[in-house]
Every structure is written in structure tokens, then in C-alpha cells.
């Protein structure tokens, strides 16, 4: 590029990024000093979710296999695909099965939309047991994470309760026979087995009505809330917490004597 093409292209450069429009949009320079690094970090909606420094190793795809992200992300599907089935879907013993049906051959995009909501969950379960596996091998549910592994038992917890709530709702004999095995294993409780039963279920004498009211609520209201909140806390205290556990970022120091051993060796060799 010739000399006054480069002029002109420094000077509308300039006079674009000294406009009040940008100025507003982005109140950090040219990301190439510490400062500007971590403001540029900080004043963006999506990379203000990572800390300003992370471990080079830690954002390796081997080192999480995005496992928390495929959880998340297998989260937002169930949530969408979710509430499309809600559109058609009654919680009444003597319609639930019909419904389904009826959403798997009659209704546009039902039974693709019923079977991603179906595959999202079992693959949720992979995921997320998988996920904590891999937590507990790099020992991050060691200080400071100690908390954050708590949040996500109660999130392990309750991704396992959507599924067993969800595997009621189609109100077919296999969801049927498995909510009755599941419930009467709650009376096995010891001291507590009555009420434990007669609170999972509504109902003294068992699988009914009242049970299915009580899964279908806890499905589409009190867990998917709980998860989503507790999902929150997650991600803050990962931020929180200094990003994904591993070997410590160098500092600013370690990296200058770094920098100075580097030119020392050098010029040994000139
Ligand atoms: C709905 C379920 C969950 C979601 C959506 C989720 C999401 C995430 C994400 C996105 C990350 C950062 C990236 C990664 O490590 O893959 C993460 C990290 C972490 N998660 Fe989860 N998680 C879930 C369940 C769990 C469970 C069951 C546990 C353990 C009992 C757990 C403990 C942790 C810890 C301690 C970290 C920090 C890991 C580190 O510093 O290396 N999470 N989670």
C-alpha cells in the first residue's frame, strides 16, 4: 500500500475510533498492554464471564472437554424444546398418554421436538456425571472451589430429579411402573418412609393423580428454577474462583524475568 493511501487510512482510523459513537461502545485502547487487556475483558458482556487472566492449559479443550458448556447448552435445548411440548401437553391421568401420542404424529415438528427433548435429558445425565468425574480427577473440588463443588452436587441432584420427574409425565407403562418402583424405594426411608412415600406421590395408595400433578409441576417449574439459579451461582463463583483450577498464570514479574533471562542467554551467544 502506498505511502498516502496509509495516511488516509491512519487518519480515518483515528477519526472513527475518536468518534463519541465508538467511544461509547468501547472505553478501552488497542488491547495490547496488561491494562487494556483486562479492560477489554472486563467491558464485554460475553468475555466478562471468564476472569481477566486464565491459565494458557486450562482453556485447552482436553482439559475440560467443554463438559460444564455441553451440560449448560443441553440445558437451554430441554428449557426450548420444553416448553413447545408444554403447548400441547396435559398433566391429566386420562389424556396424558393420548397427548403424547398426538404431539408424536399429529402436531408439525412433534416428534423431532419430543425427541430432542428425550435424547437432551439422557445425554444431560451423561454429561453432567461426566463433568464432575473430570472436576474430581484435576482435584478442583479443593480450596477455593470447595463451595462451588457443593453448588454443583445440588445441580448433580437436580438434573438426576428431572429426569426421574420428566419419565412420569408420558403416562406409559414403562414411566408408570418406574415411578412405582421409585416411590415405594422412598418408604424404605428409615423413619421418615410413610411421609417420604406420601409426599413424592400425593397419595397413599400410590402412583395417581396427584402424583402426576406433583411430577409435572416440580418438572416444569421447581426444578428447571432451581437449576437455573443454582446454575447462576456456578458460573459467578467459577469466575470468582479464578477460573478453571490449574497451574497459577505467571505474573507479571515471572514473565519479565522470563523475558530478561531470554536476553541474557542471547547475547551469551553473540
Ligand atoms: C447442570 C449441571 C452443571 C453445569 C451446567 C455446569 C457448568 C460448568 C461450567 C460451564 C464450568 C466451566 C467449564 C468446565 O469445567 O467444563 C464448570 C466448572 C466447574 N464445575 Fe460445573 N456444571 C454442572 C454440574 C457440576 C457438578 C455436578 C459438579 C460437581 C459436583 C460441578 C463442579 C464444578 C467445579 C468445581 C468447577 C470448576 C472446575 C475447575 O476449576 O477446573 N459442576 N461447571
Given amino acids: 500500500m502506498g505511502t498516502t493511501n496509509r495516511g488516509l487510512l491512519d487518519k480515518a482510523t483515528a477519526k472513527m475510533t475518536e ?145 426421574f420427574t420428566g419419565y412420569l409425565l408420558p403416562w406409559d407403562q414403562i414411566g408408570y411402573w418406574a415411578i412405582t418402583v421409585g416411590s415405594q424405594m422412598a418408604s424404605y426411608t428409615p423413619l421418615l418412609g410413610t411421609q417420604a412415600h406420601s409426599i413424592l406421590t400425593g397419595s397413599p395408595v400410590g402412583v395417581g393423580q396427584s402424583t402426576l400433578i406433583r411430577f409435572y409441576t416440580l418438572h416444569v417449574i421447581g426444578l428447571p428454577l432451581v437449576g437455573a439459579i443454582f446454575m447462576a451461582v456456578h458460573f459467578w463463583r467459577i469466575r470468582k474462583d479464578g477460573g478453571e483450577a490449574g497451574p497459577p498464570p505467571p505474573s507479571r514479574r515471572e514473565l519479565e524475568q522470563a523475558r530478561a533471562r531470554q536476553e541474557t542467554s542471547v547475547a551469551s551467544l553473540n
Avoid at 478501552?28 to 471468564?50: A, E, I, K, R
Wanted: glycine letters at 6%.
Fill in 19 to 163: 468518534s463519541q459513537a465508538w467511544r461509547s461502545i468501547f472505553r478501552h485502547g488497542y488491547p495490547d498492554t496488561p491494562l487494556n487487556q483486562s479492560l477489554v475483558m472486563m467491558g464485554n458482556v460475553f468475555l466478562h464471564l471468564h476472569p481477566v487472566k486464565v491459565s494458557r492449559k486450562a482453556m485447552k479443550i482436553t482439559y475440560t472437554w467443554c463438559l460444564g458448556g455441553l451440560s449448560f447448552f443441553l440445558f437451554l435445548v430441554l428449557t426450548i424444546t420444553g416448553v413447545f411440548l408444554m403447548f400441547y401437553f396435559v398433566p391429566e391421568q386420562r389424556v396424558a398418554y393420548a397427548n403424547i401420542q398426538q404431539i408424536t404424529s399429529a402436531v408439525a415438528f412433534g416428534n423431532l421436538v419430543r425427541n430432542m427433548h428425550r435424547w437432551a435429558a439422557h445425554l444431560m445425565v451423561v454429561t453432567v456425571t461426566l463433568h464432575m468425574i473430570r472436576v474430581f480427577y484435576h482435584g478442583a473440588y479443593k480450596p477455593p472451589r470447595e463451595f462451588n463443588w457443593v453448588v454443583g452436587v445440588v445441580l448433580f441432584f437436580t438434573t438426576l430429579l428431572l429426569s
